[in-house]
């Protein structure tokens, strides 16, 4: 039978513009979050990370909010520039064990 | 910064071979691990390695997957005898203790003839 690949969202930004990506995760017993950036051909980039008792963290350029009310975790980045489009992950981890459960992605186009 | 390093690139084999996949993690990490991603679709957790043991695995990660850690530096998956839908993107990653994040290499394009 046919193949049905994942239909990833896209999000197209200005150049300078604020970009939002979200990510709604499945486990209420996750107790940290990562966003990860995946450019073609390479890995995923760790970008930032939030622990469940946080509902805010800022790095450079870039936000990360979580809502543990309705499992929503949001990724902000500032004045978005060509050099961020990518394929952008939300991944979750559960209070035991190490591993990491990856969200579809969602694709970042910046237009110059 | 350090970084882990994939090698090959990418491996071409043909079904019912054996298949090892190198990862070097970065060097004081403490804990391994490899994910695979399915053209078009998720990535996906195989198996965590810590303390020269696996700690947690997929249901994926069956008898015909194994890792190892041969020396202080590589980390190894060996496939005993790949299926056509093994062929995807492998990723290696490693943290260090801490909680901290997990790093990623640039992985391996792993495809089955």
């Known amino acids: 039978g046919e193949s049905v690949g994942l239909h990833l969202p896209t999000l197209s930004v200005q150049e300078g513009d604020n970009s939002i990506i979200n990510c709604a995760y499945s486990?209420?017993?996750?107790?940290?979050f990562i966003w990860y950036k995946q450019e073609s051909g390479k890995g995923p980039q760790f970008i930032i990370d939030i622990r469940s008792n946080m509902d805010k963290r800022q790095g450079q350029r870039v936000t990360v909010l979580l809502n543990k009310t309705v499992k929503h975790l949001s990724l902000q980045i500032a004045a978005t520039q060509p050099g961020d489009s990518a394929v952008y992950f939300c991944?979750?981890?559960?209070?035991?064990?190490?591993?990491?459960?990856f969200g579809a992605g969602t694709i970042l186009r910046v237009k110059s | 910064e350090p970084e882990v390093t994939q090698t090959p690139s990418h491996q071409v084999t043909q079904m019912g071979q054996e298949v090892i996949l190198r990862c070097v993690p970065i060097?004081?990490?403490?804990?391994f691990y490899w994910y695979r991603q399915i053209l078009g679709q998720k990535v996906e957790f195989l198996v965590s390695?810590?303390?020269?043991?696996?700690?947690?695995k997929s249901e994926i990660f069956d008898d015909q997957f194994s890792v190892e850690r041969p020396d202080g530096s590589n980390f190894t998956l060996k496939i005993r005898s790949t299926k056509l839908e093994d062929s995807a993107m492998y990723f290696c990653a490693s943290r260090a203790g801490g909680g901290r994040p997990q790093h990623f290499g640039d992985g391996t394009r792993l495809s089955i003839l």
């Open positions: 390695f810590y303390n020269n043991e696996i700690s947690e």
């Open positions: 060097s004081n990490h403490l804990y």
């Open positions: 991944a979750e981890k559960g209070l035991y064990g190490n591993k990491l459960v």
């Open positions: 486990n209420s017993a996750s107790d940290y």
